[in-house]
């Protein structure tokens, strides 16, 4: 079970910090993604982390304001993004596939969370 948070309503410039808890299983061989999706668009890969060997990988508009990370003792993923933009304002899910390469296509992780809600104004 996949479950995230921290999401909320900020300015631009700001920063935010997600968190997505996982529970039920070890994710020592598994990848934890981060998506969007904004009303009208297609889901977005954001980040996404191999936890054996912490490995990273990052969407091409969100490298340098984004950042993946986890905590080990609380199976724990968190996405912190900084420098906010209206643009960035969507639905944030995490998502996890087994295997230790990092796909950023949706449809290779098999379990997804409910996701949280960020909202941008300019």
């Known amino acids: 079970q996949l479950q995230a948070c921290g999401g909320g309503l900020v300015q631009t410039g700001d920063s935010l910090r997600l968190s997505c808890a996982v529970s039920g299983r070890s994710l020592t061989d598994y990848a934890i993604g981060w998506f969007r999706q904004a009303p009208g668009s297609e889901r977005e890969f954001v980040a996404a982390?191999?936890?054996?060997?912490?490995?990273?990988l990052y969407g091409d508009s969100m490298r340098g304001r984004f950042t993946i990370s986890r905590d080990d003792a609380k199976n724990t993923v968190y996405l912190q993004m900084n420098n906010l933009k209206p643009e960035d304002t969507a639905r944030y899910y995490c998502?996890?596939?087994?295997?230790?390469?990092?796909?950023?296509?949706?449809?290779?992780?098999?379990?997804w969370g409910q996701g949280t809600q960020v909202t941008v104004s300019s």
């Open positions: 982390l191999g936890w054996k060997h912490v490995s990273k």
């Open positions: 998502a996890a596939r087994e295997g230790l390469v990092l796909q950023g296509v949706p449809e290779k992780y098999p379990w």
